[in-house]
T-cell receptor, first 113, second 116 residues
Framework: ETGVTQTPRHLVMGMTNKKSLKCEQH?????MYWYKQSAKKPLELMFV???????ENNSVPSRFSPECPNSSHLFLHLHTLQPEDSALYLC????????????FGPGTRLTVT | AQKVTQAQTEISVVEKEDVTLDCVYE???????LFWYKQPPSGELVFLIR??????QNEISGRYSWNFQKSTSSFNFTITASQVVDSAVYFC?????????????FGKGTKLSVKP
């Protein structure tokens, strides 16, 4: 595997379900990000992790719970979501610091029914 | 305040035409970074280029070229001899050196359709 991978690519879940999104980066980076991309809004940053520590939380509702066990893996745990949470969830990684570009995974297309 | 404006929502061209995607940014910082990303229908954002604010040299990579002009706060992207595979949404983005690492400001994107 190369680059940034995300699983699953597509997910349909009910509002009472619990599911998790997984992201893995094979680039040796030490920062990882979650973004939400919906049709009506531009890319929204959700969380930032540097060296496994969460450094930014962009006022994300608690029904989204991130986890970063190491610098290569990032999870987004989902529970009691709302239909408006349906979106493309993108994971990205980079070297820590503001000068570096982020590399994105293919995304998970989430539909909440 | 930081802001990225991509005024062209959608552009449609015929294959082999040249096309320029506009990007205008706003920032009060003197050190910042500009980026272009491509998002094909598959969804993945593909990194194309990073430009530092102190480096105003234009860059060419194959059929792609970028024109960075601090005087007009613009960072335009030109595709020469466009191909159908260039069809995608293109995002321009800005990050200040002194800002938070997550503060990567994206424009709303320009959807490019290249028809055969």
């Amino acid at each position: 595997e190369t680059g940034v991978t995300q699983t699953p690519r597509h997910l349909v879940m009910g509002m009472t379900n619990k599911k998790s999104l997984k992201c893995e980066q094979h680039l040796g980076h030490n920062a990882m990000y979650w973004y939400k991309q919906s049709a009506k809004k531009p890319l929204e940053l959700m969380f930032v992790y540097n060296f496994k520590e969460q450094t930014e939380n962009n006022s994300v509702p608690s029904r989204f719970s991130p986890e970063c066990p190491n610098s290569s893996h990032l999870f987004l745990h989902l529970h009691t979501l709302q239909p408006e949470d349906s979106a493309l969830y993108l994971c990205a990684s980079s070297q820590a610091g503001t000068r570096y570009e982020q590399y994105f995974g293919p995304g998970t297309r989430l539909t909440v029914t | 305040a930081q802001k990225v404006t991509q005024a062209q929502t959608e552009i449609s061209v015929v294959e082999k035409e040249d096309v320029t995607l506009d990007c205008v940014y706003e920032t009060r910082d003197t050190t910042y970074y500009l980026f272009w990303y491509k998002q094909p229908p598959s969804g993945e954002l593909v990194f194309l280029i990073r430009r530092n604010s102190f480096d105003e040299q234009n860059e060419i990579s194959g059929r792609y070229s970028w024109n960075f002009q601090k005087s007009t706060s613009s960072f335009n992207f030109t595709i020469t001899a466009s191909q159908v595979v260039d069809s995608a949404v293109y995002f321009c983005a800005l990050r200040n050196y002194g800002g938070s690492q997550g503060n990567l400001i994206f424009g709303k994107g320009t959807k490019l359709s290249v028809k055969p």
